[in-house]
């Protein structure tokens, strides 16, 4: 057998599982419409979006691959093939921090799928407030970057707002140089957001030393300038370069390779346990020696283990201060509940912000 009668029958292998998986994949869309009905017939007013089911199901997806596809490829896969058969179900509005092409809209596309309807807000406090109003079923809003920090504004929102956190997202943050013109020496100014031109400031240093740097809004924004400026670069992802017709002039010039950063996905239920679950509290405490140690004493008495710590001005008196903390586990779980009673009684201020997945990859 030759060359070409040795690819004619791998391609005819490849168009008879093709359609075999297209098969498939409609009964799955069949599935999905089927729980559809039954909720519906029980209630109205169903909930048909399960992040502690979606995580389940993406879990055992990376448990049972086996390659040659990778797990990130796998379960990219499996995201759009359950946000394509949610969208039979209810079309999900995620409200989004905007501008079309942030970051932000990039995290809600990796947590929910490109199924959604994904709206675009001005304000992180515009996010919550049309979650809050039922204008969006779902939120994305930013809360830390490995290298910049947590987002105050995030955490300060959940002072008042009565959201739940449903979710988690984790985004490897990459940021381009991007231009109409391919000529590096051609640039007099780059626009991004501070945290951008924060976190490339060594290859900024290096290799446009002499150029104006300029911090707006968003890195969207940034790219909607560079098309409109002469001369003028932007710091922001290969979405708003393609969204804006910019050419990628440098790569990932990050200085921090693993530069990550997080998300939480607000919205107005609280969810049930996935088997691998964070729970986020915001704490206070009375201003008195030792005060911190007694209030986080329960964690480690029901060998809790702490992931995060956070203080924020309460807004209630000067030096006053509440602690936004993240625990492994769900408060469903036995030790997680016990310590949490614990907590209860020693907090000045107790709000459970939530208990929700782990983010999966």
């Known amino acids: 057998m030759n060359e070409e009668q040795q690819l004619a029958q791998i391609r005819d292998r490849i168009d008879e599982l093709d359609g075999q998986l297209q098969d498939l994949l409609n009964a799955r869309a069949r599935a999905a419409q089927?729980?559809?009905?039954?909720?519906?017939?029980?209630?109205?007013?169903?909930?048909?979006?399960?992040?502690?089911?979606?995580?389940?199901?993406?879990?055992?997806?990376?448990?049972?691959?086996?390659?040659?596809?990778?797990?990130?490829?796998?379960?990219?896969?499996?995201?759009?093939?359950?946000?394509e058969c949610l969208a039979l179900e209810l079309p999900l509005r995620v409200g989004f921090l905007g501008p079309e092409g942030t970051f932000t809209q990039a995290a809600a596309l990796k947590h929910f799928g490109h199924a959604v309807k994904p709206v675009p807000m001005a304000a992180i406090s515009d996010v919550f407030q049309e979650v809050e109003s039922g204008g969006c079923h779902y939120?994305?809003?930013?809360?830390?970057?490995?290298?910049?920090?947590?987002?105050?504004?995030?955490?300060?929102?959940?002072?008042?707002?009565?959201?739940?956190?449903?979710?988690?997202?984790?985004?490897?943050i990459h940021h381009n140089l991007l231009g109409s013109n391919a000529n590096l020496g051609d640039l007099k100014v780059v626009y991004s957001h501070q945290q951008s031109l924060a976190q490339c400031r060594g290859w900024l240093d290096r290799h446009l030393p002499l150029v104006e740097r300029i911090a707006v809004g968003s890195n969207a924004e940034a790219a909607r300038l560079a098309?409109?400026?002469?001369?003028?670069?932007?710091?922001?992802?290969?979405?708003?370069?393609?969204?804006?017709?910019?050419?990628?002039?440098?790569?990932?010039?990050?200085?921090?390779?693993?530069n990550t950063t997080r998300f939480l996905v607000i919205g107005q239920q609280s969810v049930p346990a996935s088997g691998d679950d964070k729970t986020s509290l915001l704490l206070s405490t009375r201003n008195e020696a030792g005060g911190l140690y007694r209030l986080l004493a329960p964690l480690s008495e029901h060998g809790i283990s702490m992931t995060r710590i956070e203080s924020r001005p309460s807004r209630r008196g000067n030096w006053d201060y509440v602690f936004f903390v993240d625990i492994n586990g769900h408060r469903e779980d036995e030790k997680v509940a016990l310590a949490l009673a614990a907590l209860r009684q020693q907090a000045g201020m107790y709000k459970e912000l939530g208990s929700y997945p782990k983010a999966v990859l």
């Open 227 to 258: 098309t409109q400026t002469p001369h003028a670069g932007a710091i922001a992802g290969s979405t708003a370069a393609e969204l804006y017709g910019l050419q990628v002039l440098a790569p990932n010039i990050e200085d921090e390779p693993g």
């Open 34 to 83: 089927d729980v559809a009905r039954i909720k519906l017939a029980s209630d109205p007013d169903a909930v048909f979006y399960r992040p502690e089911r979606e995580a389940q199901v993406l879990r055992m997806v990376k448990q049972r691959n086996t390659g040659p596809l990778g797990d990130e490829a796998v379960t990219r896969l499996f995201r759009e093939i359950m946000s």
């Open 139 to 172: 939120g994305v809003v930013p809360v830390e970057n490995s290298s910049e920090g947590v987002v105050s504004h995030t955490l300060d929102m959940f002072l008042n707002s009565p959201l739940k956190i449903c979710g988690e997202v984790t985004l490897r």
